[in-house]
């Protein structure tokens, strides 16, 4: 018997099949050339902000020259300067810095929050569910800039609050469709089979139905990253933001408010090419993602 | 003009997918006579669907190509047919029935309404015709008090009432050729019963022509004037009715009709399909006759493992704004039964009867509103947690669909494995693995699958994988609650054999919860009929057959359909 089960197990491929429903569909992503593009400028956009913050590239961003004011866009000034003479060019650079990690870690922290309370509200239902419930409706009917500006001022400016401020604002759509789906996912029989094995709470939430609802989180991830760089450019230009003096795109359109009716547009130029790059590149990546990770889109 | 208002010549239709090139239908060729009935036999995957799919031009391309034939109705190349010229034939001359009547109706709109649609659309009645019409329509197919119905919402309504509407819809413009795919499969034996008898009547009425699919060869029997039975894309076998069932040429069609679960005897395993012939299709000599009745030892011989003691669960009703509880809807009330070691207790019942809530109120899924659960001697009723949990070891359940009781993320291994983990069997992974790979081979997979994922296999496999998982924590009773109604006649065979082995090999004791009485009678050694939540017989698997001594029970019984063709049963009877 026992030489038998050797065998038998020594026959199962060690490695994981090719065919889990994850590796289905990053293999619809690879399918997808837009997918890949935007996969590409996405890696750049992370790989400049790495470069910028370890001082490998565009140094000299905070360089003040003030006889170099208000340059013209030229071969040497890509984007020209700005009014104490610095490279635009390389101030947007810098600027890539905040915007990723903002982005990253506002979608990290609202992914944590909402997928876990969602998770709960969804699978315990009763007061759990009634308080989860009600404390999102409340932060969502308070208007979001007025909530993300007093999260700030209580908080403190500062990169690593803003995190928190964008983190603690963005989870309620994300938890809003985990729940949904929790409750949707908890009667199925996979469910209830697992309990009549003997499963614990904890087992059937995060190792049963958590998998079946992780796609939500990924794709809700990326909406929040692309919001979060929004916000935190809107909140910058109403100084709400990073403290001045950090390059961030926010503060590059602020500055730019006071130059374009002299004409000096490349601030305001320079911020909106990079935001826009990102931002579209992330969408992008999202759809093909949704698409990816939809099993009614599969053989289209 | 010819007799046959479809006539399909040498259909071949194939699929692209990621794994390459699939036949789905290759080379069919066949004729549906005008105002008769042919039966489209075959096991999921057969290709019956696909042939009449592309009849109502419903095939999606991609990934769909028809590589050849024609399908000629009234003479006419449907196949040549453009998207706007076949909206007018679909629902007007040819319609159709799905197998899912609670999805295939709009939610949102009243029945009368989604009748009347077809009507305005395709005859350009005005509203108020249409709604006279759809009235019709609903006293014609049988639904009760049709002028208040009428402005029912799905939701309202019964399963079968539901697919009494959708046939409603189906025939509202007189259609020349109705296809009926498996339009009962998803229906209690009553009322498939019920159903079967309408369409029949429904097609003799208005002349119709029917092409009906299913993968179970009894039920065409009752209903069918010919048959065609396909295996892989192939036709295996055509003719009349009648003359299949008493003289069938292809080993598969014999195969078919004779593992269904009997009704005069119960033979000690079923055939199955692979009796009479191999993999390639190559025929194997086996004789169904020789095949020898189980021996149904007295129950007497063996111990009680548990009793159930009064068991009652009331479901509370809330209404009013307070939500206070106006009523109970007494879904368990009242059942008192004994389950014998190592023998097989069938719960028997339509739907709503109450049988599967007091399948999971045993095992304590369901907390019970009264009564007591005594295993082994032991009340179990008021364990709290952990000894439950340490129960659950003995106790397991095999659920219906077993498409949705396995994890879609997770590997099938993993899914075998997770009850060991639980309740800490087999000390390492690789052991836990190597039980794993027995247990696959035991329940007949291959070991080396068990790193697939549950979407890689069909339904009979994925029971089969249901079942391994179930045997993992070796227990002693397991509860199977309609454990093989979503699979084909061909398949539930091999698996009730299986059942039957492993309940010999580690002297199982189960509960066998189904609707289908010849399923139950099969395996089971005694039975208990429940209606309304209460048990109204309960007798030896035998005699419930041979001497029923309630109205109910008799019903149960007629409605398995007998695989009798209808030219035997005499047609003439159901005329009057």
């Known amino acids: 018997m026992t030489t038998q089960a050797a065998t038998s197990a020594s026959q199962i491929p060690k490695k994981k099949s090719a065919n889990s429903l994850w590796r289905d569909a990053y293999r619809r992503i690879l399918a997808n050339r837009i997918a890949l593009a935007s996969m590409v400028v996405i890696i750049v956009y992370v790989l400049m902000a790495l470069l910028a913050q370890f001082g490998l590239i565009a140094t000299d961003y905070n360089l003040t020259n003030t006889d170099l004011k208000w340059l013209s866009p030229s071969s040497e000034y890509l984007f020209g300067t700005d009014i104490f003479g610095r490279s635009v060019l390389h101030r947007a650079i810098h600027g890539s810095v905040i915007a990723v990690t903002v982005g990253f870690f506002a979608a990290l922290i609202a992914l944590f929050i909402g997928v876990t309370m969602g998770a709960l509200a969804g699978y315990f239902g009763g007061w759990v569910d009634d308080s989860i419930t009600w404390l999102y409706t409340t932060i969502d009917s308070i208007p979001y800039i007025l909530l993300m500006a007093s999260f700030q001022f209580a908080l403190g400016q500062g990169l690593s609050n803003l995190f928190f401020a964008l983190g603690l604002t963005s989870w309620v759509t994300l938890c809003r469709l985990v729940r949904a789906e929790f409750l949707k996912q908890k009667q199925k029989e996979y469910v209830e089979s697992a309990r009549s094995l003997g499963a614990s709470h904890f087992r059937r939430i995060f190792l049963h139905i958590l998998p079946n609802v992780m796609h939500l989180g990924l794709i809700q991830f990326g909406l929040i990253f692309v919001s979060a760089i929004k916000i935190e450019v809107i909140l910058s230009f109403l100084g709400l933001g990073v403290e001045a003096g950090v390059p961030s795109w926010g503060i590059m359109i602020n500055e730019a408010k006071q130059e374009l009716n002299r004409g000096y547009w490349w601030n305001l130029g320079a911020a909106t090419v990079f935001m826009f790059g990102l931002v579209l590149a992330v969408n992008l990546f999202n759809d093909a993602l949704r698409d990816a990770l939809d099993p009614k889109l599969k053989n289209k | ?576």
């Not at chain 2, 196949?79 to 909206?87: A, D, G, I, Q």
């Not at chain 2, 299949?244 to 195969?255: D, E, K, L, M, V």
């Not at chain 2, 397991?478 to 002297?507: G, P, R, T």
């Open chain 2, 1 to 576: 003009m010819s007799d046959s208002i479809v006539q399909v010549k040498d259909l071949w239709v194939e699929f692209k997918t990621d794994e390459g090139t699939v036949q789905a239908v290759k080379g069919a060729t066949y004729d549906i006579p005008r105002g008769k009935t042919v039966g489209l036999v075959g096991e999921s995957g057969s290709g019956k669907s696909v042939s009449s799919l592309a009849m109502m031009g419903l095939i999606p391309q991609p990934p769909g190509i028809i590589k050849q034939g024609e399908i000629l109705f009234e003479g006419e190349d449907l196949l040549k047919k453009t998207e706007s010229e076949m909206r007018k034939v679909r629902g007007n001359d040819i319609s159709m029935i799905f197998q899912e009547p609670m999805t295939s109706l709009n939610p949102v709109f009243t029945v009368g309404d989604q009748i009347g649609e077809t009507l305005r659309l395709h005859q350009k009645l005005n509203k108020k015709e249409a709604d006279e019409k759809a009235l019709d329509l609903l006293d014609k197919v049988g639904i009760p008090n049709p002028s208040q119905r009428i402005k029912s919402y799905p939701h309202e309504m019964s399963g079968g009432q539901r697919q009494r509407v959708m046939i409603a819809m189906a025939i509202a413009c007189e259609p020349k050729l109705l296809i009926a795919d498996e339009p009962t499969t998803a229906l209690d034996v009553t009322i498939q019963k019920q159903i079967l008898e309408l369409l029949a009547k429904l097609q003799e009425d208005f002349n119709m022509s029917m092409l009906f699919i299913t993968h179970d060869l009894a039920l065409i029997g009752d209903i069918a004037d010919d048959v065609i039975v396909m295996y892989k894309g192939d036709i295996v076998e055509r003719g009349k009715c009648s003359k299949i069932f008493q003289n069938a040429n292809h080993p598969y069609t014999r195969g078919l009709i004779a593992c269904r679960p009997p009704l005069e005897h119960i033979p000690q395993r079923l055939p199955m399909v692979s009796d009479f012939m191999d993999e390639s299709g190559k025929e194997k000599s086996f004789d169904n006759s020789k095949v020898q009745d189980r021996i149904i030892r007295p129950l007497g011989d063996s111990e009680i493992l548990m009793e159930m003691k009064d068991i009652k669960k009331h479901f509370p009703i809330r209404g009013g704004i307070f939500g206070t509880v106006k009523d109970h809807v007494k879904a368990v009330d009242g059942v008192s039964l004994n389950v014998y070691k190592g023998r097989t207790l069938g719960l028997v019942g339509e739907s709503g009867c109450g049988k599967t809530t007091l399948g999971r109120t045993v095992l304590r899924l369901i907390e019970p509103t009264e009564g007591q659960i005594i295993y082994d001697g032991e009340d179990i009723t008021n364990y709290d947690k952990t000894q439950m949990r340490e129960m659950r070891k003995k106790m397991q359940i095999i659920f219906q669909d077993p498409y949705a009781s396995l994890n879609p993320r997770m590997t099938v291994g993993s899914s075998i494995m997770e009850p060991m983990v639980i309740h800490n069997l087999g000390g390492s992974r690789s052991e836990r693995q190597d039980m794993a790979a027995d247990l696959m081979k035991r329940v007949d997979l291959e070991p080396f699958h068990l790193n697939r994922y549950p979407h890689e296999f069909s339904g009979g496999q994925r029971q089969r994988i249901c079942i391994a998982r179930a045997l993992a924590v070796k227990p002693d009773f397991i509860i199977c609650d309609e454990s093989v109604s979503a699979l084909d006649v061909s398949v539930q065979a091999q698996v009730l054999n299986l059942l039957l082995d492993l309940q010999d090999e580690f002297n199982l004791t189960y509960i066998f919860i189904s609707h289908d009485l010849a399923v139950v009678k099969f395996i089971s050694d005694e039975l208990a009929v429940m209606n309304g939540g209460k048990v109204v017989e309960l007798a030896d698997s035998r005699s419930i057959y041979e001497n029923p001594q309630e109205d109910y029970t008799k019903k149960l019984l007629e409605a398995i359909p007998k695989g009798i063709p209808k030219e035997l049963a005499g047609l003439a009877e159901r005329k009057q």
